[in-house]
């Protein structure tokens, strides 16, 4: 079991920045199982990826309408990932969720993340 805990969203106004975390804990769970990643859901929206990261911090990958944005990474323990979000425009207003993929590799798919967080709101005002 991996409980997944996201902080760090707000209000913003267009322009500006906000850096989300996630943290991942288990008791038996080990950083070099786990692919994590950034997922968000807009109002009358279905959950799009944002960007997620391997376990060794290398090769992130990103959702096309973040255009060099947004930033993901890990930290040296791995266990944590945070998303640098800037020049933030109204569009990106979402509840952001932090994802977790156990013993399987970085992918898009929602349906291949088996623990998520409680998501964390985002809202960007013009």
């Known amino acids: 079991q991996v409980h997944v805990v996201e902080s760090g969203g707000g209000l913003v106004q267009a322009g500006g920045s906000l850096r989300l975390s996630c943290a991942a804990s288990?008791?038996?769970?080990?950083?070099?199982?786990?692919?994590m990643g950034w997922f968000r859901q807009a109002p009358g929206k279905g959950r799009e990826f944002v960007a997620n990261?391997?376990?060794?911090?290398?090769?992130?990958d990103y959702a096309d309408f973040v255009e060099g944005r947004f930033t993901i990474s890990r930290t040296s323990a791995k266990n944590t990932v945070y998303l640098q979000m800037n020049s933030l425009k109204p569009e990106d207003s979402a509840v952001y969720y932090c994802?977790?993929?156990?013993?399987?590799?970085?992918?898009?798919?929602?349906?291949?993340?088996?623990?998520w967080g409680q998501g964390t709101q985002v809202t960007v005002s013009s």
């Open positions: 288990g008791r038996t769970v080990a950083y070099t199982d786990l692919a």
């Open positions: 994802a977790v993929v156990q013993f399987g590799k970085m992918t898009r798919n929602a349906n291949s993340y088996d623990y």
């Open positions: 990261i391997g376990w060794n911090g290398l090769n992130p």
